[in-house]
């Protein structure tokens, strides 16, 4: 072979070989291309197959006394509520997990609701407990049937956070309490709170949450200083209203509120007489101090007192302060008869001090 034929056949084989590499490297390359995870499908719903029957219009259930129950979901609400995207269908219902569901062994609608008041408290234990404690437990456990529920408050599957919206708090309350509802929405706590004022105290303010005391017990009555005085007493918030926060000192310092004030020291479940915060100014009913149906307006005032003092005439709420305190503005009188006090007494107790030192110093002396 030629010099010429060798260098012919030479760049054959590289050129053979550059074909053979360069295939390779697109062999090696396709499947990388075509390695990329496919899309995945879309997750199953866990709550379809329940909705698949529950989202129908027409479903409903009858219980043996003939009460009948809507079985009917309402998706959208349950989406928005604060279990929306927490709880599944069976999270709640796990008993319904069989098909058909078992049949509830009870005869009315609201025995259902009771036999499913237990449920709540596997995730809400805290407050389950609590509940025990609150007066509507006990109405419920001597047979009450209509004491409320967890779901009578929250509702069942529409629960949202109640921190959001004040007045479905008193609105909750309405649906077993209206006529005291009436009376509040009447009133000057009421009238500001339509007016989404966060400012004033709505029924759990006072009453609490869960653990909800009896309000006609020594201690409730006792307490309900505390209670207004929680936001009165606040220096801050009532400079907002240009109302004074010294009402509850005021009251301690006067002849009513000296009582009551001993007894609360003291942690006795003794009924106080003495009239406390409610009894002059209302409990749910409570009207502005220049509200022309207040009670402790001047006009009303007398009223007001003889509550307690059935003969009390009418200069007798003159000798009542008005939780100010005396001052030369204010009761000017009372107040320099307290200033003059404040100064005679030390000064007697101190000069008979020194009298008994002196005399003494004379004995010792003349011994």
Known sequence: MNRRKRGALSRLLLGACA????GLVFLRAAPVAQSAPP??????????????????????MTFPNGDALSLTFNEEAYRSSVHGDKLNCLDCHERNRRYPHPLPEVSGRREYSQAQYELCKRCHFKNYTLTLDSVHFEALS?????????????????????RESRTQIAQACSKCHEGIYEAYSSSIHGS????????????????????????????FRLDSLNLCAGCHADKELMDKYGISSNVLKTYLDDFHGKTVGFYQKEGTDVWPDQPVCSDCHGVHDIKAVDDPESRVIKENLLTTCRKCH?????????????????????????????????FLIPFMVGGLVLYIMVDLWRLARNR
């Open 142 to 162: 001597k047979g009450f049937t209509y004491a409320p529920l967890c779901t009578d408050c929250h509702t069942a599957h529409a629960a949202t956070p109640i």
């Open 310 to 342: 059935p003969d009390a005439t009418v200069n007798f709420p003159s000798a009542w302060l008005s939780h100010y305190e005396p001052s030369l503005d204010k009761a000017t009188l009372v107040y320099l008869v307290k200033t003059y006090y404040r």
């Open 19 to 22: 074909a053979a590499s360069l």
């Open 39 to 60: 899309p995945s499908p879309p997750a199953q719903d866990p709550n379809a197959s329940c909705l698949r029957c529950h989202l129908r219009p027409e479903i409903a």
């Open 192 to 219: 500001a709170l339509r007016e989404e004022n966060p400012d004033v105290p709505v029924c759990t303010t006072c009453h609490g949450v869960h653990n909800i005391p009896s309000a006609t017990t020594a201690s």
